[in-house]
Structure formats: C-alpha cells, structure tokens
C-alpha cells in the first residue's frame, strides 16, 4: 500500500509493475536506454558485464553509462546511485519469463510448506536422498519447526521418507552403502509383519539381494536398534546373520523348510560377546552412515561446559557476521579435513565442522594448519575461534586459532558424581573408565566389589589402577531413606566426554559435574 519511491522520474514507466525494485534483466536494459542512451545491443552488452562482474569491463560501463545519463539531465550523483542498483540487480536477477516462473514455483511450495510442512519436507528430503548436505538442511529446517526426523528402522522405514504420526520416518535407501534395490528386498521380506529379532530378519532376507555392507550400515545407522538396542551387537552379528541367510536360502531351494513343520524350527543365532560402544564411537559410526548426526550430536554433553565458557553456536555466529561482526569463539566437531595447495604453493585445509545447529566448512591456512594439524583431526571436538566474512547469503569463515574441548572443559571440571541404585552397574563403569583413562589395568579389584559392599581395599586399589589425571569420581547410592557416597581414591580423567561415556552405562541414573 506504500507508494515506491523513485530516484528519478524516468525510472517511473520501468519500475512502475515491481514498486520501484528492479527484478528483471529487461528493466536493466530498458533504464540503461531511458536514462543514458544504450542502444538495445549496448544494452545487452551492459547486462552481459553485470553478470560476470568483470571489474575492467563494470568501469568502462560506468563511465559510458554516467556520462549518457549527465547528457539527458541526470545529476552525476543520482547516475551512480542508479549505477550501483542496476550492478547490485546481478546478484538475484533472471529475464522475466525465468522470474514469473520462479515466482509461481515459488508460490505453490511456499503455499506446500505452510500447510502440509511435514509432507513437504518429507517429499523435499526423499528428492534429496543421495545429497547428505541437503538431508541434513532439511533435517535443521525440521527441527527449527518443531517436526521430528525419526531414525531409520528395519521394521518402520520405507525406501523413501515417509509421514508418520506427524513426524519423518528416516529412509532407509538414504543410508550410505545401502542401494534401493536392498531397501526393497526388505521391505518386501517384511511385508506386514515386522521383524521379531535378527535371526528372524536373517532368516527372511535373500542373502543375494542384501549383502554385509548393506547390514553394517544397517547396524551403525540404528536400524536395528528395536531389535537389537546395543548397536555393537548387531554389528557383531553381521557375519552371523549372512550365515543364517544363506542357510535358511538353501533350504528353501531344496525344500527342507517343511521338515518337520519347517518354519516352526528356527536355529537360534549366535552373537559374539562385544564390548558396548562408547557414546563417542556411537556417534561416529551413525555419522559415517547416514552423513550427519541424528540420534544426537558430540558436543550434547559439553552443554553446560559451553554455556559456562559463553561459546557460541555457528547459527549464531553466522547471524552476528551478516550484522556486521568479524570475529567470534564457537565449538565444533571436526567431520572432514581436506588441504590443498594455493596459488603461491603453500598449503590450506578446508574444514569441516559440525555442531547441533548444521554443518559448515572453514579454512585455515599454512601457519594455522602446521600449528593446528593434530588437533583439527576428524572426531575431535574443539574450541575455535574463527573470523568471518558475509558473501551475499553464505558466511566464509576462517579460522584462527584451535583448542580441544576437553581441554578447556577440565579446567571448569574438577569432578564427576555417579548416581546408582545397586552396585551392578559399577563393574560397567569400570570398564567405561579404564577405556577412557591414560592408564589401565584389566578387572580392578575394586570393581570386582560389584555385588559386595566395596571395602576400603577395594576402593584404594582403584589408585594404583587408574590414577595419574585431574579429578574426583564419587559412587552416589540411591537408597529408600538416604544416599551412600563413596568417594574414589586418587585423581581421574574426568571429561564430558567421559560423563557421558558412564551415563550411557545401564542402571547410571545421573552423572553430575562438580
């Protein structure tokens, strides 16, 4: 309802139908020849150069155009502010019939994603399904409208992404090292009755139509997981289930199955005992199979160690840049390292990083990279501090200077309190703590104390087998009526990452930082 506002009245007729805003190449053309005489093929050639953006050739034109426009009664100063928008038009601008196209594209998928979001990100994520960067946009734009992306499942997921209850069902042809063609041998093999365990999955799929890659993917992505919750289990039992598959196959060929009732007989199948993997190596793998962290993100548990530092998330790095700041102190998972040699020879790395809100990329250059080589290795989560530069929508980063995480989280950590309510789960911790501490010794004697009240032997043991780090452990007992704390002796490694290591232990209620 405002009326535009035009720099000069000859823009009026030219603008008169977008408001005052230059949408199209046409316009450019027909401004250049209204207000500084263009002929139509100069005209073209004006556009031509705006859109390459070839500094020497913007200049020539800017002079030819401000001086054509001084001639027809345009005061030099108003020429080059209509310069400067005619140049600026380059960054979005299409001919007319490409824009109405645009526009009305535009119009029924925004008209889609206001009223049907979770369909709409569904189809979007289902045409996307071989481009992880775009999977995992979609995946932030849902949780940024409060739709949950369920992960994939054996007994649920579709060849493609699916609604269900309100939510996105994760495909499972989207999962890398897993093909169509697999994803539907299974759902077939599924039909409408779901899988009860892993031998009954290994017993109805043709071992020739999903192989042991498609089944590691499986098992480190979690699809497996209502059958099998521990994830290294059932990437254990992955040569077993080929087995079982291949049996069951043969039997079928030869029409053994209907022996003594067949399907009634089922072979039990056997899984090799495995360590359960650390949250850490959980994440990793689940990242290496569907391109992005799903279930959870490395850096969930330096949460509050992060909000006490007053670190930034890069969504809000990257905000604060287009505002008009250069700098700023983020964390990150390292998810990629790439180098290359620039122009001069010297080398770059080209980073990238991850944190709950998206994944970018960084550069860093040869001095950074030199200095900062080990510590920018992917897995590891680190503290950066970055500068950025906005270039139209995108932010290009760069990075100055790197720590690890668990170094700075250390220095605001000076313990852990474990809460229980039995003494099973302590010989699991145990386990968790002599994986993740500098020195280890296999079954402590204080551990072995798991279904006994520990004795003061028991716990100085744990000295000898664990110590040489930089905090206290303390046992907390959940009872009826009160607490039992058993403060460990000695000093341990003590980390977020390791917080979170024991609370992933079974029957760990809480795990507390002090």
């Given at each position: 309802?405002?009326?535009?506002?035009?720099?000069h009245?000859?823009?009026?007729?030219?603008?008169?139908?977008?408001?005052?805003?230059?949408i199209?190449?046409?316009?450019?053309?027909?401004?250049?020849?209204?207000l500084?005489?263009?002929?139509?093929?100069?005209?073209?050639?004006?556009?031509r150069a705006?859109g390459?953006?070839?500094?020497?050739?913007m200049?020539?034109?800017?002079?030819?155009?401000m001086s054509?426009?001084?001639?027809?009664?345009?005061?030099?100063?108003?020429?080059?502010?209509?310069?400067?928008?005619?140049?600026?038009f380059?960054?979005y601008?299409?001919?007319?019939?490409?824009?109405?196209a645009?526009?009305?594209v535009?119009?029924?998928?925004?008209y889609m994603?206001?009223?049907?979001?979770?369909?709409?990100?569904?189809?979007?994520?289902?045409?996307?399904?071989?481009?992880?960067?775009?999977?995992?946009?979609?995946?932030?734009?849902?949780?940024?409208?409060?739709?949950?992306?369920?992960?994939?499942?054996?007994?649920?997921?579709?060849?493609a992404f699916?609604v269900?209850?309100?939510?996105?069902?994760?495909?499972?042809a989207?999962?890398?090292g897993?093909?169509?063609?697999?994803?539907?041998?299974?759902v077939?093999?599924?039909?409408?009755?779901?899988?009860?365990?892993?031998?009954?999955?290994?017993g109805?799929?043709?071992?020739?139509?999903?192989?042991?890659?498609?089944?590691?993917?499986?098992?480190?992505?979690?699809?497996?997981?209502a059958?099998?919750?521990e994830?290294?289990?059932?990437?254990?039992?992955?040569?077993?289930?080929?087995g079982?598959?291949?049996?069951?196959?043969?039997?079928?060929s030869v029409?053994?199955?209907?022996?003594?009732?067949?399907a009634?007989v089922?072979e039990?199948?056997?899984?090799?005992?495995?360590?359960?993997?650390?949250?850490?190596?959980?994440?990793?793998?689940?990242?290496?199979?569907?391109?992005?962290?799903?279930?959870?993100?490395p850096?969930?548990?330096?949460?509050?160690?992060?909000?006490?530092?007053?670190?930034?998330?890069?969504?809000?790095?990257?905000?604060?840049?287009?505002?008009?700041?250069?700098a700023?102190?983020?964390?990150?998972t390292?998810?990629?390292?790439?180098?290359?040699?620039?122009?001069?020879?010297n080398?770059?790395?080209i980073i990238?990083l991850?944190d709950?809100?998206?994944?970018y990329?960084?550069?860093?250059?040869?001095?950074?990279?030199?200095?900062?080589?080990?510590?920018?290795e992917p897995?590891?989560s680190?503290?950066?501090?970055?500068?950025?530069e906005?270039?139209?929508?995108?932010?290009?980063?760069?990075?100055?200077?790197?720590?690890?995480?668990?170094?700075?989280a250390?220095?605001?950590q000076t313990?852990l309190?474990?809460f229980v309510?039995?003494?099973?789960?302590?010989?699991?911790?145990a386990?968790?703590?002599?994986q993740m501490?500098?020195?280890?010794?296999?079954?402590?004697?204080w551990?072995?104390?798991a279904?006994?009240?520990?004795?003061?032997?028991?716990?100085?043991a744990?000295?000898?087998?664990?110590?040489?780090?930089?905090?206290?452990?303390?046992?907390?007992?959940l009872?009826?009526?009160?607490e039992?704390?058993?403060k460990?002796?000695?000093r341990?490694?003590?980390?977020?990452?390791?917080?979170g290591?024991?609370?992933?232990?079974?029957?760990?209620?809480?795990?507390?930082a002090?």
């Amino acid at each position: 309802r405002e009326q535009p506002e035009y720099i000069h009245p000859k823009l009026e007729p030219v603008l008169r139908e977008t408001f005052g805003v230059i949408i199209y190449q046409e316009q450019v053309m027909q401004i250049a020849r209204d207000l500084a005489g263009y002929s139509l093929g100069e005209a073209d050639l004006l556009r031509r150069a705006m859109g390459k953006k070839i500094k020497k050739e913007m200049e020539a034109q800017r002079e030819r155009f401000m001086s054509g426009a001084v001639e027809r009664g345009v005061g030099r100063e108003d020429a080059d502010t209509i310069f400067e928008l005619l140049a600026r038009f380059a960054d979005y601008g299409f001919n007319k019939s490409h824009a109405a196209a645009y526009a009305l594209v535009a119009y029924q998928t925004a008209y889609m994603k206001a009223h049907h979001p979770v369909e709409f990100l569904a189809a979007s994520m289902t045409l996307a399904m071989h481009n992880t960067e775009k999977l995992a946009e979609y995946r932030s734009e849902a949780q940024r409208l409060g739709i949950t992306v369920l992960p994939p499942s054996i007994n649920h997921s579709q060849v493609a992404f699916e609604v269900e209850a309100g939510a996105i069902r994760y495909a499972l042809a989207a999962l890398k090292g897993v093909g169509a063609q697999a994803v539907e041998a299974i759902v077939a093999a599924r039909a409408d009755k779901p899988f009860r365990n892993l031998g009954d999955f290994a017993g109805r799929i043709h071992p020739r139509a999903v192989n042991k890659r498609v089944l590691e993917s499986l098992a480190s992505a979690g699809a497996f997981d209502a059958l099998e919750p521990e994830r290294a289990r059932a990437h254990a039992a992955v040569d077993a289930m080929m087995g079982m598959a291949q049996r069951r196959h043969e039997a079928s060929s030869v029409g053994q199955n209907e022996l003594f009732g067949g399907a009634s007989v089922r072979e039990a199948l056997p899984i090799p005992g495995v360590q359960p993997w650390l949250p850490a190596e959980r994440l990793q793998r689940e990242y290496d199979a569907i391109g992005f962290f799903l279930s959870g993100h490395p850096l969930d548990d330096y949460a509050d160690v992060l909000k006490r530092l007053k670190v930034d998330n890069y969504a809000s790095f990257a905000r604060q840049v287009k505002a008009g700041a250069t700098a700023g102190r983020v964390a990150a998972t390292v998810v990629s390292r790439t180098e290359r040699r620039t122009k001069t020879g010297n080398k770059m790395g080209i980073i990238g990083l991850s944190d709950p809100t998206g994944h970018y990329e960084a550069i860093v250059f040869a001095e950074g990279l030199q200095q900062y080589r080990d510590a920018l290795e992917p897995g590891a989560s680190v503290l950066l501090f970055l500068t950025g530069e906005a270039q139209g929508d995108e932010v290009r980063a760069r990075i100055q200077s790197v720590d690890p995480l668990d170094s700075a989280a250390e220095k605001m950590q000076t313990g852990l309190r474990v809460f229980v309510r039995d003494p099973a789960p302590i010989e699991s911790v145990a386990k968790r703590l002599e994986q993740m501490q500098p020195k280890t010794a296999a079954s402590p004697p204080w551990a072995r104390a798991a279904a006994r009240q520990p004795r003061a032997s028991d716990l100085d043991a744990a000295r000898t087998t664990l110590g040489g780090a930089d905090g206290e452990i303390s046992m907390v007992l959940l009872l009826d009526a009160a607490e039992v704390e058993i403060k460990l002796p000695g000093r341990f490694k003590v980390s977020p990452q390791i917080a979170g290591a024991i609370k992933a232990v079974p029957g760990v209620i809480q795990v507390e930082a002090v």
